[in-house]
Every structure is written in C-alpha cells, then in structure tokens.
C-alpha cells in the first residue's frame, strides 16, 4: 500500500497548490525539510515514511507549479491579440482534426502573426514570431490534416467561463488559450502527419465506407477513440442508461487488448518475457495510434501491469497499480486530476478493486440454497462480467456522475447486464474486419463488419429502449462535499480492508472458455441471425415516410413498397442525418436513388456533402436555384458527377411500386436573385389513396400561387411550411390541402416559439392532429395505400 499512500499524498500537493494564485517557494523548502527528515529518521520506518509523504505532496505542488499556464501579457504569445479584432497568423496543426457537425476543430500551434487590428501594437512590428496554441474552428468541409501547415484568418477571443463550467479553465490545461471561430483557413503546405495518424484516418475511413450509421461512429469510438462522428441523439441515450463507457476506449477495451495479444505472441515467440515486451509495444502503438488521450494512458498503463504481473510472480493488485496509473498520468499532467473522464476511470476501476470479490462471496451465499455448488460456479461465471463487475463500477462512479452531469441512471444496470457480454466480441471482430480491410482492401473485410454489425445493432437496440423510459435517468443535486466525503471514506475502507481483487484474472479467464466448438456455435447463430435481420429488412410492399428529427431543419426520408430510397433535404447536422438513415436503411444499402434538394439554404443542405462521402446518389432534383456559402459549394463538388434534373411545377417522377413525386412549386425557375421562401420546391407524395404534402420553408405567397394553380393539392398529411410559422399555413391553403393530419418539424426550444400559436388554432377548429418532432422526435409514416399507420421516437 505505499504506493497508494505516496500517490494520495502527490494528489493532495496538487490540490493544495492550485489553491494559490501563483507559485509559491514554500514548496521547495517544505522538499528540503523532508529530504533532510528522511535522512535523519533513515532507521525508523514510521517516520520515514511520514517524511516520505509530505515530500510526495510538496513535489506534486512544485509539479502544479511548473506545469502552471505561462503568462502571455507580452506580444510575444497569441493570447496577446485576443478580443482586438481581426488577426491574420500562420502555425501547424498539432493534433488529428476533430470533425463536428458545423466545423472542424484544429489545433494550430501559432509561430507568426502577419496582421492585426489591434491598435496595442505598431503595425510596423508585423510580422512577428510568437508561441501559443489556438483552437480553430474551420469550415467543416475543409480539408485537413495533422501535419499541415496553416493560414488562419479571424478574431481569437479568451475562452468563456459559463455559471457551472469554466472552457477557459478547461482548455487553459491543455495548452490552449484563444478560440478562433468562424475563422478562415488556407492550408499552405505539410510537415507530414505521423503515420500512425494517418493510418487511423484510413481506418476511420475503412469503417464509415462499411458501416451504417450509427454503427460506425459508435465502432470508430470504441476502436479507435473518435467520438465527434457520433450523432447528439445516440450520445444522449447512451448517457440516459449510464451506457457512455461503451462508446470510448476503456481500460475494460485495453485489458482484452492486452490478453489476446500476449496469448498470440505467446505462441510465436521463443520465450514469454519477449511476449510481454513485444505485447507492451504494441499497447504502446495502439495508444499513439487512437491518440493517446487520458483515459487511454490510464487504460494502457493497468494493462502493461497486466501483461508484466506474471514475470515477477504475483498477480496485479488493482489499487496499487491504479495508483501507479494515476501517479504517472498527473506527474505528465498535473490538470489531469480534474479531468471528469480521468476521475470517472479512476473510480471505475477502484470499484472494481473494492467490490467485485464481496459481490461474488453474496451472489455466491444467495444461490447455494437453490443450486449444486457446480451450477453455482458456472452461473457466477456467466453472471461475473455483465452485472458484478459493471455493479462494482458503478457503486464507485454514481457519485461523480450525479456530480458533474446532475442525473441519475436507473436503467444502467440493467442495459449494462444486456450490451457488456457482447463488448469483447464485438470489439475483437471489429478489429479484425479493419486490420483485413487496411491489408487486403475494403471488399475482403466486408462480412467481418457485417458480423460486428450484428453485435452493434444490439447494444444500441437496448441503449435505444430504456432511453425511452422516463425513469431511465432522472435529475438530481449533489454537494460536492458529500461526494468528497464518500470517496474519502471509499479510500479508508480501501487502506483499512487492503482488497486484492480479481477482476483483472476474471477477464483472461473468461477468454480461456471460449472453445472453439462454442465459437462454431456462435458464428453459426450470428450468420443465421445476419440473414434473419436481411429477409426483415426487405422491401415490405408499403410506403413508409420518415419526418426526421433534424432539429430546425428539413430532412424527408422516403421508402418505396418496391425499396427505392428518396430523400428530401437532409437538414444541418451531418451526425444526425446519418443516424437517422442508419435506422432506417437496409445495413447493406448505400445508395439513395433520388435526393431532392428543394431549398439552397444552409438549414436544409449543410448535412449532404457528409452524406455524400458515405452514400451514393442516384439523381438529384432541384429548382436550379443556386446558392452561396461554403456548405454549397462543397455539396455542388460532391455532385459533380451525379445527373442533376431542373424541375419545376408540372413534372412528376413515378416508380413501378405506384408511387409518384410530383412538383407543385416553383412555377418556374427562380433566379439567383429571388427570395428561397417564395421559391422553394413544393412536393405532394402520393401511393393509392393517401397523399403527402411536403412542404419546405414556403410562406403564404407560395401558397397562394399553389392554391391558384389549380393543381390537386389535397392530402392525407400536410408538412407545415415554415416549421409553423405564422408566414404560412394560410386558411385558404389549409382548406384546399383538407389533412387528416400534420407535421411540423422543429427544433427543441426555437426562440421563434414554433409553430405559431395561430396555426395552432386553425389546425384545432379543423380538428387536426398535429405531430411535432421537437415533442415527439421523428414521426415515422407507414401506408399500404389505404391505411396510415403513425410511429413516434418518443
């Protein structure tokens, strides 16, 4: 245990320094005294060892100190020219780019300044060199690359501090002291990127080309550490059931690692010493390569722990290793200790320590009455991963969790229970489907992703279910205090008890069942089940009409009897439009036969050129109108190559099925100059006798044209223009469409109080249903022709 008692006096050195404002000598003269106290007490091990400790905290607080964010008051560092103005600079991109749904986040380590607004410096002294690392924000369709060199042109601010959370404080602890948003971004020329980068960005690749969504980017942040891929809403059910350790990198994730490793190598190698150290490099490989992150060097560290353990004749003892994991990690980064995923980790596998033996000595007491000591064993078995360990974890995590993020997950044990036994098999095959696809190409690999897809579909159809659940996760308050008091209890019964677990055992042993029949067995039943899912998936013979919950966007998803695919705008968040077709789209399916893109404006079209990089399209409908803005560029690129019709009202597109798309506005085509909300593209859907109305951002003079047009606009389901605006949805318009009931895409909380309450009204006295995707999520529409039947998310 002295490890741990060095590691909590280092922690508490930490914590004491941050506590002052600046750098304080006192701390290396309290390291001088307790040098000298060492060496005057060498023979007396209790006091030794009280030295011992107070010289481990001053060293954590000169550490704290020395790590301390430099001062940047002089023009010599970016942070100088924050909140001045407009700033031109050049620097590097220090880190793989981190892809969100609006921007891409650079890391730019900044090395001249070339211009600037700022009146607090003589334009005569640009350029000049400086230091610092700034956060840009870059057009999401940019291409860029670890690596490359960079001009950056926009106004860097200081990072905000918000009532419960300081981005200042956070980002100040990486490194990072300025924020350009919006910013313009011209990639002058490469250093190269590591090549381990770039074989994670093919990776990346590899699996968003084989993969719907959201299996991809929850297999791309369980193999290989990026998380921005996956869509707010599928991150929001796996926090809702306390499922979030599923979808990063954990120490659960490297301790497989590290066991099939080893045992491989075992076999291949002459000795088991060179086993262990060619497996620790590749651990230390794989780190680098998924980006080496906090809770990555945590997991690789207790996993290296893992593989030397049985050289020097004992088994890893848990607490002392996680002390010598946490020690390591704040000694590289002392900021570390007040990273949430840090702390979580950390309590994560303490739980571990403390708890998974008393649970197996009570599961084992509780059911010996009713079973023969055998049954007994292998149920413990069975029983071990899923719920004692994740029970044991979660004991020790609750607190942080109610802490940090003010709710509570009823449902995590039980979703835990279901989606934990299908980690390793999922995680193991995933890497193998990319290991074959970066070697032998994508083709090859392809029925080992369909596989792992299988493993995927599951954990998210559970996630997916208890997330509907209004008890899944409730809001809760909790003083820090309180929970600083029950981890300072957690440790003392950890001092006093001196646990020795065997989680770490349980994992290799676990590994050690699986027989070869057993895993005939289980490819046999998962080849079944993939085809059982293929013949679900088939063409049903109805038309199913998907209002997608896009936020304040407008994304149509169309499936015809016969399986043609049809989308309808596609919204504004990449992420969310991919996870949306994911749930709906055949797993095997990437084609998408007609897009139609009824509106050049950013809340309708910025999600499709990411679209476009996963999915093939057949034809592209518009009104010719062209539009402006980085997202239109990069669509207009991504299409290039794909037959473009201009349409307007009068032409109709049929499929064999009997559906038939028809154009009812514009009546001509608008001109660059003319107003999109006039001009957008009407369609009304129609199969046997239902009929859909969709409608874009259109106000009221559009529908009035429509309505003077004398076109058939009557329809089963009207699609509310304007997301309900009070621009639209004229009474005249109403009685000539005469729905039996409406939808109205529109995002939570919009500060235009969508729909309008007048709308409301005019849809009430007609007595028509409206369903909302900012209430209800997506609306999913099912019809054979004559009956609809209406689904929602929520």
Not at 295 to 324: D, E, H, K, N, Q
Not at 334 to 344: E, K, N, R, S, T
Not at 645 to 672: C, F, I, K, N, Q
Not at 704 to 733: C, D, E, I, Y
Request: glycine content about 8%.
């Amino acid at each position: 245990m002295t490890l741990v008692y060095l590691t909590l006096a280092w922690c508490a050195g930490l914590v004491l320094a941050s506590l002052t404002a600046a750098a304080s000598p006192a701390w290396w003269i309290i390291a001088g005294l307790a040098g000298v106290g060492i060496w005057l007490v060498r023979r007396v091990p209790a006091r030794r060892f009280v030295f011992l400790c107070l010289l481990a905290a001053a060293l954590g607080a000169l550490r704290y100190d020395a790590a301390r964010p430099a001062a940047y008051a002089d023009e010599n560092h970016l942070a100088a020219f924050n909140d001045t103005g407009w700033v031109t600079f050049t620097g590097t991109v220090v880190a793989p780019p981190d892809v969100r749904d609006r921007q891409v986040n650079l890391r730019v380590a900044a090395d001249w300044v070339f211009d600037a607004e700022t009146p607090d410096w003589e334009q005569s002294l640009l350029p000049q060199p400086v230091e610092g690392v700034a956060l840009v924000q870059a057009p999401r369709y940019g291409r860029y690359a670890a690596g490359d060199r960079v001009e950056v042109r926009g106004m860097p601010h200081t990072p905000p501090v918000f009532d419960t959370f300081s981005y200042h404080d956070y980002l100040a602890r990486q490194g990072v002291h300025s924020v350009v948003s919006y910013a313009i971004v011209e990639v002058t020329g490469s250093e190269g990127a590591h090549p381990l980068f770039a074989l994670r960005e093919k990776a990346q690749a590899l699996i968003s080309g084989a993969l719907p969504e959201p299996a991809a980017s929850l297999l791309t942040g369980i193999l290989l550490g990026v998380e921005s891929g996956i869509s707010p809403g599928v991150r929001d059910d796996f926090n809702a059931v306390g499922a979030t350790h599923i979808i990063a990198i954990s120490g659960f994730n490297m301790s497989v690692l590290a066991l099939v490793i080893t045992r491989v190598l075992e076999k291949a190698l002459p000795s088991k010493r060179a086993a262990a150290g060619a497996g620790i490099v590749g651990i230390a490989v794989y780190t680098v390569f998924v980006g080496a992150g906090g809770a990555v060097l945590r997991a690789a560290i207790m996993s290296s722990l893992l593989i030397v353990a049985p050289l020097v004749g004992r088994r890893t003892y848990v607490p002392a290793s996680l002390a010598f994991a946490a020690l390591c990690m704040t000694a590289a980064n002392p900021f570390a200790l007040w990273d949430v995923g840090f702390q979580l980790s950390v309590a994560a596998v303490l739980g571990m320590a403390l708890f998974v033996e008393p649970l197996e000595r009570g599961f084992r007491r509780a059911l010996a009455p009713f079973f023969a000591t055998t049954a007994v064993e292998r149920l413990l078995g069975v029983l071990s991963e899923p719920l004692i360990v994740t029970l044991a974890a979660q004991v020790t995590t609750i607190p942080l969790l109610a802490l940090y993020f003010g709710r509570l997950s009823f449902a995590s044990f039980f979703v835990n229970f279901l989606i934990i036994p299908v980690q390793t098999p999922l995680m193991l095959l995933g890497a193998l489907a990319v290991i074959v696809g970066l070697a032998l190409g994508p083709g090859p690999a392809l029925p080992l992703f369909w596989l792992d897809w299988l493993f995927i579909g599951w954990t998210v159809a559970w996630v997916r279910l208890f997330a509907r659940f209004d008890w899944a996760s409730v809001a809760v308050e909790v003083d820090g205090r309180a929970a600083a008091l029950f981890y300072a209890a957690l440790l003392a019964g950890m001092v006093w008890a001196a646990v020795r677990p065997s989680w770490l055992e349980g994992i290799g042993a676990a590994l050690r069942r699986r027989a070869v029949r057993l895993g005939a067995m289980g490819l046999a039943a998962a080849l079944v089940a993939l085809m059982a899912i293929t013949l679900a998936q088939q063409p049903d013979g109805r038309l199913h009409v998907a209002f997608l919950d896009v936020g304040g966007g407008h994304a149509v998803f169309i499936a015809t009897p016969g399986g043609a695919h049809i989308l309808v705008d596609g919204g504004a968040y990449p992420a969310t439009l991919l996870a949306a077709l994911g749930d709906r789209m055949p797993f095997w399916d990437r084609e998408i036969e007609l897009l139609v893109i009824t509106q050049p404006k950013e809340t309708q079209i910025s999600a499709l050129p990411a679209l476009l990089e996963r999915y093939t399209v057949g034809a592209v409908l518009t009104t010719g109108q062209p539009g402006g803005g980085a997202d239109w560029q990069a669509l207009q690129a991504a299409l290039a190559d794909t037959a473009t019709v201009e349409a307007a009202a009068g032409y109709t597109a049929t499929w064999s099925d009997g559906v038939s798309l028809a154009v009812l506005h514009p009546a001509a085509r608008p001109a660059e100059a003319d107003e999109p909300n006039e001009y957008g593209m009407a369609l009304r859907l129609s199969y046997g006798d239902a009929a859909f109305l969709l409608m874009p951002d259109l106000v009221d003079a559009a529908e009035t044209a429509m309505v003077r047009s004398g076109q058939p606009l009557r329809a089963t389901v009207l699609q509310l223009a304007f997301q309900g605006s009070a621009q639209a949805t004229g009474k005249r318009f109403l009685e000539a469409v005469d729905p039996q009931a409406a939808v109205v895409q529109v995002g939570v909380g919009n500060r235009q109080g969508y729909p309008a309450p007048e709308v409301l009204e005019k849809l009430e006295a007609r007595g028509v249903p409206l369903f909302r995707t900012d209430r209800s999520g997506a609306i999913d529409i099912t019809t054979d022709g004559r009956t609809l039947w209406i689904a929602t998310a929520r």
